[in-house]
Structure formats: structure tokens, C-alpha cells
């Protein structure tokens, strides 16, 4: 690709727009113009992109004019007002809400699986859910290679993805535990400082939660696998960045431990920590790129099973990078 | 039961002997004595029961003359190596340790599961480990409706079940993140604040860790069901106290929500917490006796499959209370 972009970035003061503006220049992203928006209570406000300082929008219907490619990440109902707009103005969404995801006409992106899904897109390009992406980086390759047929996953889920204000309410949290005084809460429904609670996003009449059958969902659709056997019980847990996953999964034919570490070593996105005492953990994988797999174990239980513990950065590959290496592979740009 | 017994505390200034003092005061155990034992290094300091302060006497083969009933909570090790002598005495050993928890001769037990296993005890009863105890006491009352078949467990470890030290390393931990400061570690391999680490005991040449694999044996022996199909991945998480576990359940007869619900209600030892933002948490479950389930749903990735959550305080339930309460159900005592 030549030709540089005029970007617009919605929800540029959030956890995850700031790691766009970050991504955008590392990877050298070919950027023409950068339009940094956000809610009113924002507008006016300075963030920083390639070392120059932005001015931040007031996101309006107005404000896609001119722009090539809007990366949308306000949460899904200014996303659902928003994004019609920019379509309208001619450009490409790619959205990292929940918005569009399960929609027909919206195709639903992890690259390394299904990047070519990206072109039948109709406006809107869909980034899934954090949880979700890691998953599908690490389970893809040793689907190719078995077929999956059932998938189970715990996740212990880091506070940044309920966005800035709960990484600064478990930092407050920590502040008060040391200093003795009683800990306060508002993003969660009690403190998440020494505690784990199971229960992301909201619950739904079947018993499971918003974020739980947004994984089983999305993983169906990206995968093209309607008939996945697949639960989740995700829950979040006192760490800042990064989220973990215990996976089971089962296969129509056997992968042994080699085999799924030979897979993953030449698949794209991942990487295996994986022996005695050597495992990723959320403190080892921030900042990183790829998504990490490791306790890979065949699964006593079950024929044909696997059990694995997977981490990744859900700022990034778990949302900005993921959303980046889209547009990436969408306009054929080689990063940096 | 009329007559009060002379005890011994093996590890009396452990965190689990700590829980020990209090327990055996709060439940109006019929002590005639109490003798407090630990390693040399910490004889002579002082613990408190019943309001009494008692001096700690170091650990020897020569312990245990004239005591009825000695319980061990310092370490395989040192089980191993006294627990015999005990025996020996004319003491009946209850211990907390792994060291003879898979020995034929030894009972293995949860008294809300098999209460009756006690009385075929040679001198030892074991208690299982802290993540057993309260997955058996919430899978207890379904198997016996309806047959368990297969299960899958994540755990969500505390620091205490790793003793008084990790309580302290967390707690440093977080003062020093709280202050700038770079943050040391010394009883797990990388710091556990912030953090979840996929490794709770040794790892075992399978690629289970020692803890996964005394879920999966331990399970077995308490149901005396040596055919189920069980596996486990247990993470320890930066919360103080209290295990939660992610449970996934097949059984061979369907149990629904309002069933497990049902058979929960009446079973002994547990609480139901579930509902719409309805769910046990550790902060709400330390220093409580009872086994918390909640998140109960039917697992839509398996026929006659159940998953919930389930939250216990692996210092109480999971370790010094389910001891007693072996005790208390072997000599018929009724607790206050």
C-alpha cells in the first residue's frame, strides 16, 4: 500500500485509544492525518501521537468527513450512534466494541484466522471480545490440525478491561489496603483488591454472563463452526493487565503435547513458555505482542483432550494491536 | 462423647494452627490439654487458646506421651517423620499433610462425603487437600442424585494455602507497589501481586502440577470412584484468603439449575449464593464454615452438564475446620 490514511480515533483518552496512538507509530502505520475523538467531557483535552499533541473532538455525526479509516473504541452504544456516520462518510470501521459483532453482514476478525473474512465486510469491520481473540489465536492452529469439537475456558480476567477508571480503582484499592483504610468500590459491585469475582459484563436469563456468551458466540462465527461444543465461566480477577484462560479443549483427533507444541511453534501470533517452573503469567506478558501458551498437558478426562493456559495483553492483542493488524492485513501494510 | 481429651497442635504457629487455637475454643471441643508443638525455631514463643497462653514446645519423637489426639499441620515432611510416633503413643493422628492422604490404609476424608471412612483408620486419618475439600462437599449431594461422570476444575488459589510467609509476601508486595518500590519475592517464583501464576506445588512429569494431581486422586478416593474422569488446573491468584474454583460437572443423569439448587439446599455445609449479581466472592466467604456454590448454569457445551462456582476459606473448610470436624464426627461430639 502507497497511499497514507486519514484516520479518525474514537475514544482516543481511553485505555485502549491510548494504546492506538501508541501502536500507530510504532508499527509506523501509514498515517496522513489523525483525528482524535472522544465524549464532550474529553474534548478539548491534549494526547500525543508520534510526539506531536492532539487536540481532542467532540465525536459528532460531522466527524468522519475526509477520513479513509475510523478505529472505534467508546463502548458499544456510542458505536451503534457513531459508526452509521462514518460509514456513511465513506469510511472503514473497525470497531472494538460489541456492537456489530454477531451481526450477518459484519465480519469478525482475528488475523490469524480469518483475516480474509475482513473484505466481505459492508462498512464495519468487527474486532471480538479481548477474552476472545487470544483464545482464537491459540486454538486455531491445532484446529486446522484436529478439528475442534469442544472447547471449555475459565478466564481470570485483568481489571483494564472495564477500561481506565478500574485500573485506578484497584490501584486506589491497594493505596487503602496499606494504609489501613476500608476499601472502596464503584466500577464493581464490591472491591476487586484481594478478590475474584465472576462476573464480567451483565447476566443473562440463562444463567451465563454478557462477556461468556460473547465467547461462545464469537468463537463459533470466527471459526465458521457453528456446532462448537463451547462454555465459559469468566471471572475477574486483581491484576492490572493481561488476561489468563485455563482451556480445555477436544479434538476429532488426537494432539499430544509435541504435537500442539510443534503447531504452535510455527503459528503465527503465538508463543509457547511451556516446561518446568516456565509458564507465561500476566507480570511476564504486558506489553507484548503475541499470546502466550503454556501447562500444556493432554487432558486426563477426555479422549482426544488438551488442557493449556494461555495469556495475552488485552490492550493490545486483545484489542488495539488486534484492531491495527486488521486494517494491517486489510490494506496489505507490512508493520514495522 | 463424655470424656475431654489431651491434645497435640503440630505446627501451632502456622497459619492453619493459628485457625486450630480458635477453632478448637470457639467449638467448644472437649480439651483436656492442649500441647502446642512446633520446629525448634519456633519453640518457646507463645500461643493463645481459650484466652490461655500456652508455650510452644519443640517437635519430638517423644511428643505425643499421654495424648488422645494429635493433629498435624506442618508440612508432609515432618508428618512423615513423627506422626509415627504419635501413633505409636496410642495417639489417633489427623493430618493435614499429603504424606499419607493416598496410602490404602489411611482414610481419606470430608466428613459431609464419608464421615464412616474414619472409623477404619490404623492410627492416621487424613485430610485432604484444601481444593478437594470443598469441590467434594459441593459435588458430594449431585453425585449422589446423579452419578458423576466427568469433571473439570480451575482454581483460583489464596496465598494462604501456601503458609503464614506468602500471607506476609503479598501483603509486602502490595506496600511496595503502593510506594514505588520494585517488588521482591522469595516463597513464589515471580511476585504474586498483580499477578496469577498456573503453578501450585511441584510439576509432575505428566505436566500436572503435584496439586492438580492430588485433585484428580484425591477426588477418586473420597467418592470411591476410581473410574471418573477428572482433570484440574489450579492458579494461584493475589487474593489473602479463601480458594474459588470453576467447576464444570457431567453426570449421568440430567441436573438441572433448580435441581442442583434443590440438592444444594439441603445438603450439609453448603450456601447458595446465586442469582442476577448473586455470587460468593472471597472477601464475602473469609472466616466462614460453609462451602459458597454459586453461577450455577447448565453447561451448554455438554449433555447433562452443570457448571458453577464455588468459594470456601481454605483455612477453615479447607483445612484446620474440615480436621475438626473429622474429630468431631469420629468421637461424636457435638460442636457448639
Known amino acids: 500500500m502507497k497511499q497514507k490514511l486519514n484516520i479518525a480515533l474514537v475514544g482516543a483518552t481511553g485505555a485502549v485509544g491510548s494504546e492506538f496512538l501508541t501502536l ?160 472502596k468500590h464503584s466500577v464493581y459491585p464490591e472491591p476487586i483488591f484481594g478478590n475474584a469475582l465472576p462476573h464480567v459484563d451483565i447476566f443473562l436469563d440463562n444463567g451465563y454472563t454478557k462477556e461468556e456468551m460473547k465467547m461462545v458466540f464469537e468463537t463459533k462465527k470466527i471459526l465458521h463452526h457453528p456446532k462448537l461444543a463451547i462454555s465459559a465461566t469468566c471471572v475477574r480477577i486483581p491484576v492490572w493487565r493481561a488476561h489468563s484462560e485455563s482451556i480445555w479443549v477436544k479434538f476429532e483427533r488426537k494432539i499430544d503435547r509435541a504435537m500442539a507444541k510443534k503447531l504452535w511453534l510455527k503459528a503465527p501470533g503465538i508463543k509457547v513458555m511451556d516446561g518446568i517452573n516456565n509458564y507465561p503469567s500476566p507480570l511476564k506478558v504486558v506489553g507484548e505482542y503475541d499470546t502466550f501458551v503454556g501447562r500444556i498437558r493432554e487432558d486426563i478426562s477426555e479422549k482426544n483432550g488438551l488442557c493449556f493456559w494461555c495469556v495475552a495483553d488485552q490492550l493490545l492483542k486483545g484489542a488495539a494491536l488486534n484492531a491495527l493488524q486488521i486494517a494491517e492485513a486489510y490494506y496489505d501494510i507490512k508493520p514495522k
Open 24 to 183: 500507530l507509530a510504532k508499527r509506523n502505520f501509514p498515517v496522513n492525518s489523525l483525528r482524535a475523538l472522544a465524549s464532550p467531557a474529553s474534548a478539548g483535552k491534549k494526547v500525543i501521537f508520534n510526539n506531536q499533541e492532539l487536540t481532542v473532538q467532540t465525536l459528532t455525526h460531522n466527524s468522519f468527513e475526509g477520513i479513509d479509516l475510523a478505529f472505534f473504541s467508546a463502548g458499544a452504544e456510542r458505536s451503534k450512534e457513531f459508526a452509521p456516520s462514518a460509514v456513511k462518510a465513506g469510511a472503514l470501521v473497525i470497531d472494538n466494541s460489541s456492537a456489530f459483532r454477531m451481526d450477518d453482514d459484519v465480519p469478525l476478525v482475528v488475523p490469524e484466522c480469518n483475516a480474509k473474512d475482513s473484505f466481505s465486510h459492508k462498512g464495519i469491520i468487527a474486532n471480538p471480545n479481548c477474552s476472545t481473540i487470544q483464545l482464537l489465536v491459540a486454538i486455531k492452529p491445532l484446529h486446522d490440525y484436529g478439528t475442534l469439537t469442544k472447547l471449555k475456558v475459565a478466564t481470570y480476567q485483568a481489571v483494564s478491561g472495564s477500561g481506565a477508571k478500574a485500573i485506578e480503582e484497584l490501584s486506589t484499592q491497594a493505596r487503602d489496603f496499606v494504609n489501613n483504610r476500608s476499601l
